[in-house]
Protein backbone atom coordinates (compact mmCIF):
# COMPACT_ATOMS: atom_id res chain seq x y z
CA UNK A 1 0.00 0.00 0.00
CA UNK A 2 2.72 2.15 1.17
CA UNK A 3 4.32 1.66 -2.36
CA UNK A 4 1.25 2.04 -4.53
CA UNK A 5 1.22 5.57 -3.01
CA UNK A 6 4.57 6.77 -3.41
CA UNK A 7 3.84 5.76 -7.31
CA UNK A 8 0.85 7.90 -7.10
CA UNK A 9 2.48 10.87 -5.68
CA UNK A 10 5.48 10.74 -8.24
CA UNK A 11 2.96 10.78 -11.11
CA UNK A 12 0.76 13.88 -9.59
CA UNK A 13 4.00 15.73 -8.73
CA UNK A 14 5.50 15.08 -12.23
CA UNK A 15 1.56 16.03 -13.58
CA UNK A 16 1.55 18.90 -11.87
CA UNK A 17 5.11 20.19 -13.13
CA UNK A 18 3.74 19.78 -16.70
CA UNK A 19 0.40 21.91 -15.68
CA UNK A 20 0.52 24.94 -18.58
CA UNK A 21 -0.57 27.41 -15.50
CA UNK A 22 2.49 26.24 -13.64
CA UNK A 23 4.49 27.89 -16.77
CA UNK A 24 5.33 31.36 -17.41
CA UNK A 25 7.31 32.90 -20.65
CA UNK A 26 9.21 35.67 -19.38
CA UNK A 27 10.57 37.51 -22.51
CA UNK A 28 13.13 40.22 -22.34
CA UNK A 29 13.26 42.41 -25.78
CA UNK A 30 16.38 43.80 -26.88
CA UNK A 31 18.89 43.72 -30.02
CA UNK A 32 21.76 41.10 -30.10
CA UNK A 33 25.24 42.00 -30.52
CA UNK A 34 28.10 43.51 -28.36
CA UNK A 35 27.28 46.90 -29.66
CA UNK A 36 23.66 46.98 -28.34
CA UNK A 37 24.61 45.57 -25.05
CA UNK A 38 24.17 48.51 -22.99
CA UNK A 39 21.70 50.39 -24.44
CA UNK A 40 18.66 51.68 -23.55
CA UNK A 41 16.79 50.19 -25.85
CA UNK A 42 18.42 46.63 -24.11
CA UNK A 43 16.67 46.96 -20.52
CA UNK A 44 14.47 44.15 -20.90
CA UNK A 45 17.90 41.87 -21.73
CA UNK A 46 19.65 43.59 -18.80
CA UNK A 47 16.61 42.49 -16.64
CA UNK A 48 16.53 38.53 -17.39
CA UNK A 49 20.47 38.04 -17.08
CA UNK A 50 20.00 39.75 -13.28
CA UNK A 51 17.06 37.15 -12.64
CA UNK A 52 19.20 34.57 -14.17
CA UNK A 53 22.36 35.57 -12.13
CA UNK A 54 20.11 35.50 -9.26
CA UNK A 55 18.68 31.89 -10.04
CA UNK A 56 21.88 30.74 -10.86
CA UNK A 57 20.70 29.74 -14.25
CA UNK A 58 22.67 30.39 -17.75
CA UNK A 59 21.30 31.24 -20.87
CA UNK A 60 21.82 28.63 -23.74
CA UNK A 61 20.93 29.58 -27.73
CA UNK A 62 18.61 27.75 -29.28
CA UNK A 63 16.03 28.19 -31.95
CA UNK A 64 14.92 31.71 -32.35
CA UNK A 65 16.76 32.93 -29.06
CA UNK A 66 18.49 32.59 -25.89
CA UNK A 67 16.59 30.14 -22.90
CA UNK A 68 16.82 29.64 -19.57
CA UNK A 69 14.37 28.10 -17.00
CA UNK A 70 13.84 27.61 -13.30
CA UNK A 71 11.75 26.69 -11.04
CA UNK A 72 10.37 28.85 -7.56
CA UNK A 73 7.74 27.70 -5.13
CA UNK A 74 6.16 25.54 -7.89
CA UNK A 75 6.43 27.97 -10.76
CA UNK A 76 8.40 27.44 -13.86
CA UNK A 77 9.62 30.40 -15.59
CA UNK A 78 11.24 30.32 -18.68
CA UNK A 79 13.42 33.33 -19.70
CA UNK A 80 13.62 34.01 -23.21
CA UNK A 81 15.79 36.32 -25.10
CA UNK A 82 14.96 36.55 -28.87
CA UNK A 83 17.71 37.08 -30.73
CA UNK A 84 15.90 38.13 -33.98
CA UNK A 85 16.39 42.02 -33.32
CA UNK A 86 14.29 44.06 -31.95
CA UNK A 87 11.71 44.62 -35.10
CA UNK A 88 11.31 40.94 -35.56
CA UNK A 89 10.75 40.05 -31.40
CA UNK A 90 7.21 37.97 -32.36
CA UNK A 91 8.39 35.55 -34.11
CA UNK A 92 10.53 34.10 -31.19
CA UNK A 93 7.61 34.70 -29.11
CA UNK A 94 5.14 33.05 -30.88
CA UNK A 95 7.64 30.10 -31.09
CA UNK A 96 8.15 29.11 -27.63
CA UNK A 97 4.66 29.97 -26.63
CA UNK A 98 3.17 27.19 -28.63
CA UNK A 99 6.46 24.83 -27.96
CA UNK A 100 6.04 25.12 -24.56
CA UNK A 101 2.15 24.82 -24.52
CA UNK A 102 1.69 28.23 -22.07
CA UNK A 103 -1.41 30.36 -22.31
CA UNK A 104 -1.11 34.04 -23.25
CA UNK A 105 -2.26 35.29 -19.73
CA UNK A 106 1.15 33.66 -18.49
CA UNK A 107 3.99 35.39 -20.87
CA UNK A 108 5.27 38.77 -19.96
CA UNK A 109 6.82 41.11 -22.26
CA UNK A 110 9.72 43.40 -20.33
CA UNK A 111 10.36 46.56 -22.48
CA UNK A 112 11.79 50.00 -22.33
CA UNK A 113 9.53 52.44 -22.59
CA UNK A 114 9.74 56.25 -23.80
CA UNK A 115 6.62 58.04 -21.93
CA UNK A 116 8.17 56.65 -18.45
CA UNK A 117 10.97 58.35 -16.55
CA UNK A 118 14.17 57.02 -15.98
CA UNK A 119 13.65 54.09 -13.69
CA UNK A 120 9.45 54.03 -13.52
CA UNK A 121 8.60 50.81 -13.54
CA UNK A 122 4.62 50.07 -14.94
CA UNK A 123 2.93 46.54 -14.90
CA UNK A 124 -0.03 46.31 -17.11
CA UNK A 125 -2.35 43.48 -18.32
CA UNK A 126 -2.61 44.95 -21.64
CA UNK A 127 -2.52 47.51 -24.13
CA UNK A 128 -1.60 49.15 -27.34
CA UNK A 129 2.48 49.09 -28.73
CA UNK A 130 2.53 52.60 -27.71
CA UNK A 131 5.30 52.69 -30.94
CA UNK A 132 7.33 50.43 -30.14
CA UNK A 133 8.63 47.92 -32.85
CA UNK A 134 8.83 44.97 -31.03
CA UNK A 135 5.96 45.13 -29.19
CA UNK A 136 4.32 45.80 -32.76
CA UNK A 137 5.64 42.69 -33.94
CA UNK A 138 4.72 40.55 -30.96
CA UNK A 139 1.00 41.73 -31.68
CA UNK A 140 1.06 41.22 -35.12
CA UNK A 141 2.55 37.38 -34.89
CA UNK A 142 0.23 36.99 -31.34
CA UNK A 143 -2.74 38.54 -33.20
CA UNK A 144 -3.57 40.26 -29.75
CA UNK A 145 -2.50 42.85 -27.27
CA UNK A 146 -3.83 41.29 -24.68
CA UNK A 147 -0.92 39.90 -23.05
CA UNK A 148 0.81 41.50 -19.89
CA UNK A 149 3.87 43.68 -20.22
CA UNK A 150 6.28 45.47 -17.87
CA UNK A 151 7.38 48.79 -18.65
CA UNK A 152 10.87 50.30 -17.51
CA UNK A 153 11.17 53.80 -18.00
CA UNK A 154 13.88 55.31 -19.72
CA UNK A 155 12.55 58.72 -20.38
CA UNK A 156 12.48 60.57 -23.29
CA UNK A 157 15.74 63.07 -22.65
CA UNK A 158 16.08 63.38 -26.91
CA UNK A 159 16.39 66.52 -28.98
CA UNK A 160 13.14 66.25 -32.54
CA UNK A 161 14.38 63.82 -34.31
CA UNK A 162 17.10 61.99 -32.55
CA UNK A 163 15.32 59.12 -30.85
CA UNK A 164 16.19 56.16 -32.23
CA UNK A 165 19.97 57.67 -31.13
CA UNK A 166 18.54 58.03 -27.57
CA UNK A 167 17.06 54.37 -27.53
CA UNK A 168 20.25 52.61 -29.13
CA UNK A 169 22.53 55.05 -26.43
CA UNK A 170 24.04 54.07 -23.82
CA UNK A 171 22.67 54.71 -20.18
CA UNK A 172 24.28 57.70 -18.83
CA UNK A 173 26.34 58.36 -15.61
CA UNK A 174 23.34 59.42 -13.48
CA UNK A 175 21.23 56.59 -14.98
CA UNK A 176 24.12 54.08 -14.69
CA UNK A 177 24.73 54.72 -10.61
CA UNK A 178 20.67 53.99 -10.53
CA UNK A 179 20.39 51.49 -12.84
CA UNK A 180 20.97 48.21 -10.68
CA UNK A 181 18.64 49.24 -8.04
CA UNK A 182 16.22 49.46 -10.75
CA UNK A 183 16.97 46.02 -12.48
CA UNK A 184 16.59 44.71 -9.04
CA UNK A 185 13.31 45.89 -8.27
CA UNK A 186 11.98 44.75 -11.92
CA UNK A 187 13.23 41.17 -11.09
CA UNK A 188 11.22 41.03 -7.95
CA UNK A 189 8.17 42.17 -10.48
CA UNK A 190 8.76 39.02 -12.53
CA UNK A 191 8.57 36.88 -9.75
CA UNK A 192 5.62 38.32 -8.21
CA UNK A 193 3.97 38.00 -11.66
CA UNK A 194 3.79 34.25 -11.08
CA UNK A 195 3.47 33.66 -7.48
CA UNK A 196 0.83 36.48 -6.86
CA UNK A 197 -1.07 37.71 -10.11
CA UNK A 198 -0.82 40.82 -11.79
CA UNK A 199 -3.66 42.82 -10.26
CA UNK A 200 -1.72 42.36 -7.07
CA UNK A 201 1.73 43.00 -8.30
CA UNK A 202 0.18 45.72 -9.94
CA UNK A 203 -0.59 47.55 -6.63
CA UNK A 204 2.66 46.65 -4.94
CA UNK A 205 4.90 47.36 -7.53
CA UNK A 206 3.25 50.09 -10.15
CA UNK A 207 5.32 53.41 -9.63
CA UNK A 208 7.51 52.16 -7.22
Same mark, same amino acid.
Given at each position: ?11 ? !? ?20 ? !? ?71 ? &? ?49 FKTGRQ ?9 PNETSD &? ?29
Amino acid at each position: MYLIKKIISFFY !KRKEKELPMKKFLIIGLGNIGE !KYKNTRHNIGFKILDALAENEKVAFETKKLGDITRFRYKGRTFILLKPNTYMNLSGKAVKYWLNLEKIPIENI &LVVTDDLNLSFGTIRLKAKGSAGGHNGLININEQLQTQNYSRLRFGVGAEFKTGRQVDYVLGEWNPNETSD &LNERIEKSTKVITSFALAGIANTMSEFNGK
